[in-house]
């Protein structure tokens, strides 16, 4: 498969970010750097996204994790900030245990990876990345109605539970 | 081997995911457990678009993929209100002062 070599670019420009900005989000000594450095990584997969011709994919993971679940997670730490000297996680006990669970998993991942033959895949050029909006709005209301329609009704629900759940002892 | 192949992508996913795993079992805050869940979601994601993408399908992986997004956004939701409730009960915010339950 060719790429130009700007792609190629762009793509390690990207999963530099990515993954540097996720090991200083794991590492980060203070939780409010570590979630905005999360935006980074979104960011960075967005980029991967967008690399990959998945358009629509992109500007969703912009909307919904930086929009949603970054505002949520910078409320959460605001909302728990009252007991500053725990917002340090100034010496992680479990460093070493940590770093060999994480390493371990990646070793496990890379050797798959690396050791798999992957068959039937697309030889030569891969079809040129097209929007995909259309057919995902296609796509969404026949092949995969169903699930749509449950993942309606799952948010609906949470929508009601975390409500609930946040008022917390309110209504006995 | 010119060319961005499969591989770049799933490495990079290893990376991510393994990353995840890192920040889970390294944080003790709680939200930042939260963080750590969220980076291997992403990296789950990251493989499900690049295997949609080398097959020659744009619109499965991405399907799928969206149903993820709309899950972690879910699932934070829930988790965050949990987190707050427990914080509330618990007076702390660090997974090791969770102890109630046990024994």
Do not use: C
């Amino acid at each position: 498969m060719e790429t130009g070599i700007g792609i190629q670019l762009a793509f390690f420009a990207f999963a530099a970010l990515t993954v540097g900005s996720a090991l200083f989000a794991a590492t980060a000594k203070s939780i409010v750097h570590a979630a905005f450095s999360l935006m980074a990584t979104f960011f960075g997969v967005a980029g991967i996204y967008a690399i990959l011709g998945s358009d629509f994919l992109a500007v969703t993971q912009v909307l919904v994790y930086v929009g949603g679940i970054l505002i949520l997670i910078v409320f959460g730490v605001l909302l728990t900030d009252r007991v500053p000297h725990e917002y340090k996680v100034a010496k992680p006990r479990n460093y070493l245990p940590a770093m060999i669970a994480a390493g371990l998993v990646f070793v496990a991942l890379a050797g798959a990876v690396m050791s798999a033959k992957w068959p039937k895949l697309v030889k030569g050029e891969l079809p040129a990345a097209t929007t995909t909006v259309e057919a995902i709005g296609r796509s969404l209301l026949t092949d995969y109605l169903i699930p749509f329609e449950f993942a309606s009704i799952l948010l609906l629900v949470v929508l009601v539970g975390a409500a609930r759940l946040a008022r917390g002892g309110a209504r006995k | 081997m010119t060319g961005l192949t499969i591989n770049h992508y799933l490495m990079l996913s290893a990376m991510l995911f393994a990353t995840g795993v890192l920040a889970v079992t390294l944080r003790r805050n709680a939200i930042g457990v939260l963080i750590g869940i969220e980076l291997m979601l992403n990296a789950a994601n990251i493989n499900l678009v690049a295997f949609s993408r080398h097959l020659g399908n744009h619109v499965d992986g991405a399907v799928y993929a969206i149903f993820v997004v709309m899950l972690a956004a879910a699932e934070a939701a829930v988790a965050i209100a949990i987190v707050l409730n427990v914080f509330h009960h618990a007076a702390s915010i660090s997974v090791d002062d969770y102890t109630e339950m046990k024994n």
